[in-house]
């Protein structure tokens, strides 16, 4: 990273030869040594991947206070904007994946979706800008916020996408860097949009990936900010970005040095033999977040070492060391020295509103390392429905959906139900957003579409939103009055209506009455027969003709 703003860091460019790594354990990065090409890149992967997740999605914005903000300052560093934010509030902010989650399909269950070595604060607009795109560098700028550019790409690049995201100079090798962790770490997830990357273990990233990604790579190198950032994460999660450790790893793998046995040049690698554990990061904290009374959160620990003997032993103590609980009092060394390590599971279960705190210690022939347990109770929320207004922004391939949050809650994220139809085909998904819009990809897979939105506050949801239809006929974003769609399923209906509706009533093709439903909401499921059938509500008298296989 280059120098940018001099009130904060001129002065504290430092190059990879002279990169402090006093934190990391001895033995961290030993196992790499002598491996060359997919064996060196499934050596790092293995070493990177077991990492201790983050306590929740909405919790983010607090470990990004750790992260991403300028020394010496409460500001943001925002890496996608110039705007003036200062934390704690991270109102203006998205919590943004870098590497685009869409592209492995969006899943809120893999790793990647709260690893923080990808995952940074952007300004919400500059956010929306980039999308999914990739990389690459703009002829045509469709969106420019002077550290932001969004546009048409240059000859051979983009692979495939329309538009690409390049981001300021000062920022390219930042982003290089975080996209080899990335295909490194994840070099084993299916990919549903590929213009980067390759479904393959070596090398996964695309050749004018890897053209681009080592030039910014080498024309802008590892910062202090990066070195620091690097540090924080290893603090919260226990894994590093190894291409900042050693940026020469990224030329062994995909530059000049490809077919070489790796041979770490920015820093030594001693390999002493003594006892160590290097998971749990000493004086770490494990936050549990806020969580609602009566309810239990457990967060996994990831407890790796090498050249153990015995066991380590646990023991919770100090504070209100009451309302935490570790599944084991010792675990055997052969675990915690294994691959994957030994991930122990500690429960928070509050018995009394405000915050808590606690400390895990974990001894043994290594010696002793502490961690600080913390969580908060906060009361049950109660929470309305937000209104679903029309779409904007609509094109042949994607769409913004918009709605309205209720004023004077407080809300953690909201939760887009989107239903698909093409065809015969129905298709219904979860999508999670941070502001009261949402950038909707894939439209042209689509006849027509359906939103509703619940928000979400300590992992209760609100009752369901009204429904907005869309289609592709230029008459786009309009609320259908009591609107009543039926899915089918083998052996079931399900009921998609803006509203609750009364007096269902189900016949078949004879005009026969055969079951009636005094009350029906969104995705109410009820079994039928196979058969063809016509559906009637007293708000829908017009029926609606299914088909149940």
Known sequence: MKAFRPLFFSSLI???????????????????????DGELKTATCNLIRNFQKVSSYNALPSYFAKTDVYPGSSRWWDMYSDILLYAPSFSGLNREHSFPKSW?????????YVDLNHLYPSEARANQAKSNYPLGTVATPTFDNGITTVGYPVN???GGARLVFEPADEYKGDFARTYFYMVTCYQDLTWKYTYMVSQN???TLNQWSVNLLMKWHHDDPVSQKEMDRNEAVYKIQNNRNPFIDMPELADYLWGDKKGEPFKPGSITIPDTGAPELYAPVTNMTVDFGQVAEGKSVTSKVLVKGKYLKGTVDCQIYRDDADMFKAATASIPASLVCSEDGYWLNVVYTPTS???????????????????ELRGECLAVPVLTACTATAPSDVMADRYTANWEAP???????FVVTRTTYAGSKVNTEELLAEDTWLEILGFEDSDREAYSVQSVRLGYRSPMSNVIFIDHTGINGVTVEEPLVIQTFPGAIRFICSRPQTGCRIYNVSGMLVDTIDY???????????GVYFITTDTHPTPVKVYVR
């Open 14 to 36: 430092v190059f990879a030869a002279n990169v402090a790594l006093a934190d990391i354990p001895a033995s961290y990065y030993s196992s790499l040594t002598g491996k060359k």
């Open 104 to 112: 492995w399909g969006g899943s809120t269950t893999v790793s990647a």
């Open 156 to 158: 051979g690049q983009g």
């Open 201 to 203: 273990l070596y090398p």
């Open 353 to 371: 509103l405000g915050q808590h705190t606690s400390r895990l210690l974990l001894s043994g022939d290594f010696g002793s390392i502490g961690v």
């Open 407 to 413: 004023a004077g809650e407080v809300i953690d994220y």
């Open 520 to 530: 029906v909401e969104q995705n109410t499921d009820h079994e039928l027969p196979t």
